[in-house]
Every structure is written in structure tokens, then in C-alpha cells.
């Protein structure tokens, strides 16, 4: 990944981790400036431009050292270094540890115990000398280098936390950057004010700012065509470009028949009517519907959806001159799940329809200035463009719509049916007064039936799971805790209102292991 700006940063060094991206957002909500740079082909660092450098985790061994391409030179530089997970490793290693592969490995959540004081430390344990942290490894520091010191450690993992101070070289055997670290930030500001000694600069305003310019500054006096789906990542989009470039934005509402009850109008009226922006609408569900049949693979639903959006986007650039870009709603969790944008050492968990579903060849080039931010960044970027909050709040809805929510075959009876019922779930939610207090809340349809007992007739019909989750970012999430009368009512409701499901279920699975969406 080429290198963003020559301006004096945290430098985040990936090594394939599937976090990486949420350390950087933890450094920028402190009010930081940082940049991600790939472990591959890391040139040389000029000193002056860095306060500090952080190693990521990743899915490595720290002696695989043929695909492990890293310019060790950056341990001859002078300004502190933090390495987590894998990077801690890696700090080990160079300055003379061991590292082996652990026989108890250490996976979610772990309890570890303050040794000795540290300012890396500082106000991070609580008042038992002890914290809960969020482990993800199967090798560990056996052996820590001369003049290290140990800092912490758990049950399993003797050198948790390490450092030089002298050197200022430290390491953390867990995971800061995910929330289910108990007061995990504190490592991080910690690190950025005590020991990089930088100061506040970095904020959303700031941001919305320079991607204006950059939007303006790419584009120039080309038009450009916005995927309009009437979620919060792209309406956003439309809105940053719609500053930047006014008139010469054309947006284009698709119709696939995978939209949620009255999505559609709902979201035309307002960008039609209160934003008076250039919108286009296109009734594609037919052709979606068509392509989508007999389609069980969720990949290839993915991928087909991703080709169906941008052969139409082309085929409706022809109708205008100087048309040279597709904006998209990218956002940098859609990125990470479907490739590693800054190595691809990383695995992929699943492709996006506008990620990795995307068509290798594209006559239109692409737009994407939110793909470095998380959902919550958005929202306050949204803030900054004067979106009303209720538009802002709305749980995330994916491109493929309900297609990936309708396990198994697509089709018009079944997209009906989990289209009611994800209905009902919602305004029972909203009903409750708890949609705010959820990060995204919808239904599911099994691909399998169940047996029933209706009016004393059996039934053979499908199964609905409820699916709450709470989060900050998208990429850790945990379920919902709703009281047991509401699931039954949500159940009675649905099984009762909604012909073709007899039997109603919640997942509790939080992310990770699971995903927040099935497919």
C-alpha cells in the first residue's frame, strides 16, 4: 500500500492481521494521525516523519522467515516501538528471545496479572492488579530477550506484556485494538502521550475536509456515477461527492427485489426531494431474481450480485458524456473481509459485492473514499455533512440485500416471506424503544423445514432466526441480550402474521467465531 502523506504519524506495520485496521481506528478516535503500510516491500522510513510504529498481529510464524518480507531495519531507528500479538513475537525473536508453539493455546478471553509498573501500563489494570484481554495465538514468548523486562503475564502466557524501556521496545501478547479488551485503549494512549509523547490533532472534521479535496482532486471535471442503495455508507458517499463536485454527481438507485419493506421509496423520497440530488431509478429485480435462481453457494451469490450492479452502472454511463468513475459505500470492514488491502497475507473470511464480488475487468474506475473508515467514523462524518440522526442510526444493510439473509434458494416466495418477517421483527424492536441500542438487529430463513402443530394440522415449514448484536466498529460484535417474553412475542408474532414459517429461533453466536451476517 503506497504511503498516504509525508505528515509526522503512527505507523502501523501489517502483517496480515484481521484487526489491523481497528488499531488505527483506536489511534485516530484518540485523536492521532496513523497509517497502515504492508510488512511486504517496506521501503525506507525516514525518521523524522514517525512518532512511533506499532507491528500488528497475523497469521504467521515469527520463523517462516521466507514469507515474512520485513525490512528489520526499522529496529535501528530510534523512535519506540509496539508489537502486538505476532508483533510481540517478532520483537522477541530480533533482539534475541524464543518463541514456540504454545501446547495450550490461548483463544478469547484471557486474565492477566500485573508483574511490575510500566508506563505502557498505566491505569490499565484495575485495582486487583489484574484485567481481562482478548487473546488470538497458538505460539508464545518462551524466553525474553537480555535487558527485557516482564511486565504481566497469564496462565498460559508467561512474557504477556514485555519491554525495554531503554530501547523503548515493548510488546503485548493480546489484542488492545478489540473491544472485548477490558479497558484496552489505555495501552494505546499510553503508548501515543507517555512514551511517543504526541499530541492531539487528528479529527473527523479534518477528515471530511480532505476527502472533499481528494474527491475533487481525483475526479476534476468528470462526472461521476454513485451507487445509491439508501444505507448509511452510501448516502454518505453521495453527499461527500455531491460537495465536491456538485452537478456532475448522478446517482442511481437499482431496484433488485432484495430490498427491505418500502426501502426503496423511502429512500428515493429523500434524496430525490429533501437533498435535491440527480437520482436515477432502474428496476432490475427481474434480472436479479433470474441470475440469482438455483444459486446455493453464498460466494457465488456475492459474486453474481457484484456483476449484476456493475454492468448496469456501465450500461447506464453510456447515456451520459464524461463519465469516468463508480462511487460506492466501501467501508474499510467490507475490505478486510474480502482481501487484505495492505499485504494480502491476511485470510479471506468472504467476498463483498463490492469488494471482492466485483468483476475483474470494469470500464468504469472506482470511487471509494470511505473505505478507510469504520461505520461509527461514518456516522460522525455523516454528523459533519448535516445528515438527521434517525437516517444516521439505521442498522447497517448489506448490497446484496436480502439474498444473503435467505439461506439457500432465492426466490420470489421465499424473499417475501423473510421480507415480513424481518419487518415485524424491526418494528417490534422500535416498539420496545431498544433499535438504538443495537448495532444491527434482522432475520434470517433456514433452507431447511421443520415439522409443526397449527390449529391441530401439522405443519412442514421453514425456520426464522432472530439475529441482535451490539457493537462499536463491525468487527467484534456480541448478541443482544433481549428478555425471554420479548423473543416469545417476536415468535408468536411472526409465526402467527407470516405464512410459511413455523418455528422461530435467536442466535447468540458473537463475533468472532461467527460473522455478524450468515452468509
Known sequence: MKRLTKLKKILIIDFGSQFTQLIARRIREIGVFSEIVSHKGLSKLDQKELFGIILSGGPLNVYQDKKIKFNKNIFN??????????????????????????????????????????????????????????????????????????????????????????????????????????????????FLFLICKIKKKWNIASQKNRLIQDIKNKVQNDKVICALSGGVDSSVVALLINKAIKKNLICI??????????????????????????????????????????????????????????????????????????AQGTLYPDVIESLSKVGKTSVTIKSHHNVGGLPKKMKLKLLEPLSELFKDEVRLLGKELNVPEAFLNRHPFPGPGLAIRLLGCVNEKNIKILRKADSIFINLIKEEGLYDKIWQAFCVLLPVNTVGVMGDNRTYEKICVLRAVTSIDGMTAETYKFNDEFIKRCANEIINRVPGINRVCYDITSKPPGTIEFE
Open 253 to 326: 438507485m437499482v431496484d433488485t427485489g432484495l430490498m427491505r419493506k418500502n426501502e426503496f421509496k423511502y429512500t428515493y423520497k429523500i434524496f430525490k426531494k429533501k437533498y435535491k440530488l440527480n437520482v436515477i431509478l432502474i428496476d432490475a429485480s427481474n434480472m436479479f431474481l433470474s441470475r440469482l435462481k438455483n444459486v446455493f453457494n453464498p460466494e457465488k451469490k456475492r459474486k453474481i450480485i457484484g456483476n449484476l450492479f456493475v454492468r448496469i452502472f456501465e450500461k447506464e454511463s453510456k447515456k451520459f458524456k464524461k463519465i469516468k468513475y463508480l
Open 77 to 190: 531507528l530510534t523512535c519506540p516501538i509496539l508489537g502486538i500479538c505476532f508483533g510481540h513475537q517478532m520483537i522477541s525473536k530480533f533482539y534475541g528471545g524464543k518463541v514456540k508453539s504454545s501446547k495450550t493455546r490461548e483463544f478469547g478471553f484471557a486474565n492477566i496479572k500485573k508483574i511490575k509498573n510500566s508506563l505502557l501500563t498505566k491505569n490499565f489494570f484495575n485495582k486487583k492488579n489484574t484485567n481481562d484481554v482478548w487473546m488470538s495465538h497458538a505460539d508464545h514468548v518462551t524466553k525474553i530477550p537480555r535487558n527485557f523486562k516482564k511486565i504481566a503475564s497469564t496462565k498460559d502466557s508467561k512474557f504477556t506484556i514485555i519491554e525495554n524501556f531503554k530501547l523503548k521496545r515493548f510488546g503485548v501478547q493480546f489484542h488492545p485494538e478489540v473491544t472485548h479488551t477490558i479497558n484496552g485503549s489505555q495501552i494505546f494512549k499510553n
